[in-house]
């Protein structure tokens, strides 16, 4: 079981970044998050004896994979069984940060632009009955689902 947990959430982390590498250049409150940044950071999450994903938001290009250790906002799951709820979307990132199951480390305000991309991203990866279970407020999507998933899963 702990392989299947390891596994998806390794996919929804794959699908999460691309989800916000696609949708910076697609929706514009993505854009306005990330570049109210006003300067380059390097974004982990990470799951203790788990999968993570390090990548790096830059003004000039948006949002790039890559292999760093000077992280500037870095969120460390506890635990897989943890994780896996927040990632399949059975638990809100508010809850598990309520609930102290990850670790932040970086500038709390920073990191709350982050989350609220993540929100943007989860409205267009799941479905609606998921998002109004983990979001307390109800966004629109301006792109279709579909045509998300399919330039997440193309690269494009």
Known sequence: MKKIKHFIIYIVLQ???????????NDSRIMYELDGWK??????LKIINGPSITFQYTYLKGIEKLNCHDI???IIFKNMHTA?????GLKSVKQAYLEHDFILKGDIF???????CVDLVEIYLFPRFMTKRILNHHEK????????YLKAMLGG
């Open 15 to 25: 699908f999460l970044y691309r989800g916000l590498k696609v949708l910076y250049k």
């Open 39 to 44: 300067s380059d950071k390097t974004l982990r």
């Open 72 to 74: 500037d906002i870095d």
């Open 84 to 88: 896996f709820f927040v990632f399949i």
């Open 110 to 116: 920073e990191s709350m632009r982050f989350v609220r």
């Open 141 to 148: 999507r301006y792109k279709p689902m579909l045509l998300v």
